[in-house]
Nanobody, 123 residues
Framework: QVQLVESGGGLVQAGGSLRLSCTAS????????MGWFRQAPGNERDFVAA????????YYADSVKGRFTISRDNAKNTLYLQMNSLKPDDTAVYYC????????????????WGQGTQVTVSS
């Protein structure tokens, strides 16, 4: 399995930006489809964005479309989530995840997860 470590979370005002990173180690990163999920207190872990193993295909939740951008650098074993125009509703713990499928948006398809990074957006 691949090991994942997120970074880049923090406190930001509404309208601001953050970039999350997820560094992978272990098995070959480029073999995995990747995704970002988030979980707010009392809520389930929700899908945010996904990217195919090559980076050629992406998909976003409606709630973040046009504001967030997922990308990956296979040479650096790193996944990114650029978050712009942040809203208080974006406050959550953000998790990166890996799937052995080339691409998926289904939470149950992801077998490797990071520990999460907190994003807090103040109004």
């Amino acid at each position: 399995q691949v090991q994942l470590v997120e970074s880049g979370g923090g406190l930001v005002q509404a309208g601001g930006s953050l970039r999350l990173s997820c560094t992978a180690s272990g098995r070959s990163f480029s073999n995995y489809g990747m995704g970002w999920f988030r979980q707010a207190p009392g809520n389930e872990r929700d899908f945010v964005a996904a990217i195919s193993w090559s980076g050629g295909r992406t998909y976003y939740a409606d709630s973040v479309k046009g504001r967030f951008t997922i990308s990956r650098d296979n040479a650096k074993n790193t996944l990114y989530l650029q978050m712009n125009s942040l809203k208080p509703d974006d406050t959550a713990v953000y998790y990166c995840a890996a799937t052995t499928l080339g691409f998926s948006i289904e939470r149950t398809a992801f077998g490797s997860w990071g520990q999460g990074t907190q994003v807090t957006v103040s109004s």
